[in-house]
């Protein structure tokens, strides 16, 4: 038992392919070995006629029942089934996987004779749930506190739906923790350095590809900036060799078994093999037995034409260095530690790729790649349950969220509340005024992305207040507050602040199968579209400081006049142009700024004289 006789809390690192658990005991992190002995327990459940495996057993029967064992749900979270990126998965995958409600992918398996549907997040509970048994079993009591961890990447719906699936399989889940963040981590374990360092977390799995740049000082961990595509590591590897052992089966053997499920997964096994095997070995072999209608099938593949197949992923993993390296303001030099996590950093391409990239820097690879997330993992659920002791205590880790959150404002603006790579936990507010007079009620339309007006970004959600009481424009407001907490989950309030009405949402419950990882699309297409941003951001300015103008006169003429001046032919016409102007500014949400610009003149040309005249 743990320090204080406390069930200890542990630590579960669940990766698209295997899955880690470990915890914090007598001074140090234990990795729990499975009932197999294994440390790492492969992210798969086999469904047979009487019995639900999950694991080693069934990873075991993969081969011998190919359309009932399931592997990669991790991939699904959070996506829609006509996601190409699915779509691109599923002709690789031997078992079904069908659009079920909201084009959400359910997948389908025979079981006990029946045909049953489960999602991702079902799947990763039982995945859950073992890794539960075997902490149980090698704790001798009984588990229900865990943090677990998920790809920086992934969206709050993806970060709720695995916390869903902790619950689901009898957790208390005390944390949803960034997989690069909990690397950093087991890497600051025994650093805890006095001077400032740089570390750049190179963190490349079965299915994600994260990079953290993060700052270390005196334990304190501060995640500077992301990058990553949720959908790239070890299984896109695999399935380029499995493409190619396929074009050569087609070709030698006149046989097509892309849709034949048990030779596919048979295929696929073989190839995974063989990659890592090319990680040591110059050349390998595949050999299956009876792959299909009788076909021994045996070929060999040298590392040159395995990096020559996916030396474009490889490439886009050093893109995406540069790209975090740039979103932190930070040149290659100024980065102290390149540290690998994760299964595919052993792939010596890969690390010579990164090692040029930083001309020739000595890469970390001193903490285990397979086992470094559910150690820091570990390492936090110790600290958020009171279990660790000194030398971890000090250990704080600050995540940041990927995109930009804000409001739209009239117009079409982009009003950032939270910018990218804010630190979370995290509470932010804004001011949003009415707009119009006597408006009695407020929309606040709550955004996602990094570009100047709203249509280039993503809508997640709607905040509605009404019962405001009948004003001029600008006099009444709303607070909305943005709040992201621990486990990066964002809630929005907005409070109308003399009568205290409120209203608040939580974020992507409203549109959970929204396919948030687009980030990269989305970060890549602010940076195409930054000249015409540009353009978007002066017209706002132009446009705001007219508004001002036209609300500024009528404020003056109503409040500064004599009553004599109030009735003169001249305040008359004035008040007239200003109700016109401000329709005029209704009916020209998106005028552009040359537009606005002679407006104003016009304006300026109509009610300067007598504004100057009324306040000389
Ligand atoms: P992870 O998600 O960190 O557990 O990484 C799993 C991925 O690492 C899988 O795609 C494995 O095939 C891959 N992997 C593990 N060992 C090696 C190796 N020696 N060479 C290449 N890839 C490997």
């Given at each position: 038992?743990?320090?204080?006789?406390?069930?200890?809390?542990?630590?579960?690192?669940?990766?698209?392919?295997?899955?880690?658990?470990?915890?914090?005991?007598?001074?140090?992190?234990?990795?729990?070995?499975?009932?197999?002995?294994?440390?790492?327990?492969?992210?798969?459940?086999?469904?047979?006629?009487?019995?639900?495996?999950?694991?080693?057993?069934?990873?075991?029967?993969?081969?011998?029942?190919?359309?009932?064992?399931?592997?990669?749900?991790?991939?699904?979270?959070?996506?829609?089934?006509?996601?190409?990126?699915?779509?691109?998965?599923?002709?690789?995958?031997?078992?079904?996987?069908?659009?079920?409600?909201?084009?959400?992918?359910?997948?389908?398996?025979?079981?006990?004779?029946?045909?049953?549907?489960?999602?991702?997040?079902?799947?990763?509970?039982?995945?859950?749930?073992?890794?539960?048994?075997?902490?149980?079993?090698?704790?001798?009591?009984?588990?229900?506190?865990?943090?677990?961890?998920?790809?920086?990447?992934?969206?709050?719906?993806?970060?709720?739906a695995t916390k869903d699936a902790g619950?689901?399989?009898?957790?208390?889940?005390?944390?949803?923790?960034?997989?690069?963040?909990?690397?950093?981590?087991?890497?600051?374990?025994?650093?805890?350095?006095?001077?400032?360092?740089?570390?750049?977390?190179?963190?490349?799995?079965?299915?994600?590809?994260?990079?953290?740049?993060?700052?270390?000082?005196?334990?304190?961990?501060?995640?500077?900036?992301?990058?990553?595509?949720?959908?790239?590591?070890g299984e896109d590897f695999d399935n380029?060799?499995?493409?190619?052992?396929?074009?050569?089966?087609?070709?030698?053997?006149?046989?097509?078994?892309?849709?034949?499920?048990?030779?596919?997964?048979?295929?696929?096994?073989?190839?995974?093999?063989?990659?890592?095997?090319?990680?040591?070995?110059?050349?390998?072999?595949?050999?299956?037995?009876?792959?299909?209608?009788?076909?021994?099938?045996?070929?060999?593949?040298?590392?040159?034409?395995?990096?020559?197949?996916?030396?474009?992923?490889?490439?886009?993993?050093?893109?995406?260095?540069?790209?975090?390296?740039?979103?932190?303001?930070?040149?290659?030099?100024?980065?102290?530690?390149?540290?690998?996590?994760?299964?595919?950093?052993?792939?010596?391409?890969?690390?010579?790729?990164?090692?040029?990239?930083?001309?020739?820097?000595?890469?970390?690879?001193?903490?285990?790649?397979?086992?470094?997330?559910?150690?820091?993992?570990?390492?936090?659920?110790?600290?958020?349950?009171?279990?660790?002791?000194?030398?971890?205590?000090?250990?704080?880790?600050?995540?940041?969220?990927?995109?930009?959150?804000?409001?739209?404002?009239?117009?079409?603006?982009?009003?950032?509340?939270?910018?990218?790579?804010?630190?979370?936990?995290?509470?932010?507010?804004?001011?949003?005024?009415?707009?119009?007079?006597?408006?009695?009620?407020?929309?606040?339309?709550?955004?996602?992305?990094?570009?100047?007006?709203?249509?280039g970004n993503t809508l997640l959600s709607?905040?509605?207040?009404?019962?405001?009481?009948?004003?001029?424009?600008?006099?009444?407001?709303?607070?909305?507050?943005?709040?992201?907490?621990?486990?990066?989950?964002?809630?929005?309030?907005?409070?109308?602040?003399?009568?205290?009405?409120?209203?608040?949402?939580?974020?992507?419950?409203?549109?959970?199968?929204?396919?948030?990882?687009?980030?990269?699309?989305?970060?890549?297409?602010?940076?195409?579209?930054?000249?015409?941003?540009?353009?978007?951001?002066?017209?706002?300015?132009?446009?705001?400081?007219?508004?001002?103008?036209?609300?500024?006169?009528?404020?003056?003429?109503?409040?500064?006049?004599?009553?004599?001046?109030?009735?003169?032919?001249?305040?008359?016409?004035?008040?007239?142009?200003?109700?016109?102007?401000?329709?005029?500014?209704?009916?020209?949400?998106?005028?552009?700024?040359?537009?606005?610009?002679?407006?104003?003149?016009?304006?300026?040309?109509?009610?300067?004289?007598?504004?100057?005249?009324?306040?000389?």
């Amino acid at each position: 038992m743990s320090e204080g006789n406390q069930a200890p809390a542990i630590g579960i690192d669940l990766g698209t392919t295997y899955s880690c658990v470990a915890v914090w005991r007598n001074d140090r992190v234990e990795i729990i070995p499975n009932d197999q002995g294994n440390r790492i327990t492969p992210s798969c459940v086999s469904f047979k006629e009487s019995e639900r495996l999950v694991g080693d057993a069934a990873m075991n029967v993969a081969a011998s029942n190919p359309v009932n064992t399931v592997f990669d749900a991790k991939r699904l979270i959070g996506r829609r089934f006509s996601d190409p990126l699915v779509q691109t998965d599923v002709m690789l995958w031997s078992f079904k996987v069908v659009a079920g409600h909201d084009d959400k992918p359910m997948i389908v398996i025979n079981y006990m004779d029946e045909e049953k549907q489960f999602s991702a997040e079902e799947i990763s509970s039982m995945i859950l749930a073992k890794m539960k048994e075997i902490a149980e079993a090698y704790l001798g009591c009984t588990v229900k506190d865990a943090v677990i961890t998920v790809p920086a990447y992934f969206s709050d719906s993806q970060r709720r739906a695995t916390k869903d699936a902790g619950t689901i399989s009898g957790f208390n889940v005390l944390r949803i923790m960034v997989e690069p963040t909990a690397a950093a981590v087991a890497y600051g374990l025994d650093k805890m350095f006095s001077s400032e360092r740089n570390v750049l977390i190179f963190d490349l799995g079965g299915g994600t590809f994260d990079v953290s740049l993060l700052t270390m000082a005196d334990g304190t961990i501060k995640v500077k900036s992301i990058a990553g595509d949720t959908h790239l590591g070890g299984e896109d590897f695999d399935n380029r060799m499995v493409n190619y052992f396929l074009e050569e089966l087609k070709r030698k053997h006149k046989k097509d078994i892309s849709n034949k499920s048990r030779a596919l997964r048979r295929l696929k096994t073989a190839c995974e093999r063989a990659k890592r095997n090319l990680s040591f070995m110059a050349h390998t072999t595949i050999d299956i037995d009876g792959l299909y209608n009788g076909i021994d099938f045996e070929s060999k593949i040298s590392r040159a034409k395995f990096e020559e197949l996916n030396m474009d992923l490889f490439e886009k993993c050093v893109e995406l260095v540069e790209k975090c390296l740039k979103d932190a303001e930070m040149d290659k030099t100024s980065i102290q530690d390149v540290v690998l996590v994760g299964g595919s950093t052993r792939i010596p391409k890969v690390q010579q790729l990164l090692q040029d990239f930083f001309d020739g820097k000595e890469l970390c690879k001193n903490i285990h790649p397979d086992e470094a997330i559910a150690c820091g993992a570990a390492v936090q659920a110790a600290n958020l349950s009171g279990q660790g002791n000194h030398k971890i205590k000090g250990l704080i880790s600050h995540d940041v969220t990927p995109l930009s959150l804000g409001v739209g404002l009239i117009a079409g603006e982009m009003s950032v509340v939270v910018p990218r790579n804010t630190n979370f936990p995290t509470k932010k507010q804004k001011e949003v005024f009415t707009a119009r007079d006597n408006q009695t009620s407020i929309s606040s339309y709550v955004y996602e992305g990094e570009r100047a007006t709203i249509s280039g970004n993503t809508l997640l959600s709607k905040l509605w207040l009404s019962g405001i009481p009948r004003s001029p424009r600008g006099v009444q407001k709303v607070g909305v507050c943005f709040n992201i907490d621990a486990d990066g989950i964002l809630s929005v309030s907005s409070e109308h602040e003399s009568t205290g009405k409120k209203s608040s949402v939580t974020i992507r419950n409203v549109d959970p199968m929204r396919p948030k990882e687009e980030i990269t699309r989305m970060l890549e297409e602010a940076e195409r579209h930054k000249s015409e941003d540009e353009r978007h951001k002066n017209r706002f300015v132009v446009r705001n400081s007219l508004e001002n103008y036209i609300y500024g006169t009528r404020d003056t003429i109503s409040t500064k006049r004599s009553a004599s001046e109030l009735s003169s032919p001249d305040t008359k016409r004035i008040k007239d142009e200003i109700k016109n102007a401000i329709q005029w500014l209704d009916e020209n949400n998106f005028a552009e700024a040359d537009v606005l610009v002679n407006k104003r003149k016009e304006l300026e040309t109509s009610w300067n004289p007598f504004i100057t005249k009324g306040s000389s």
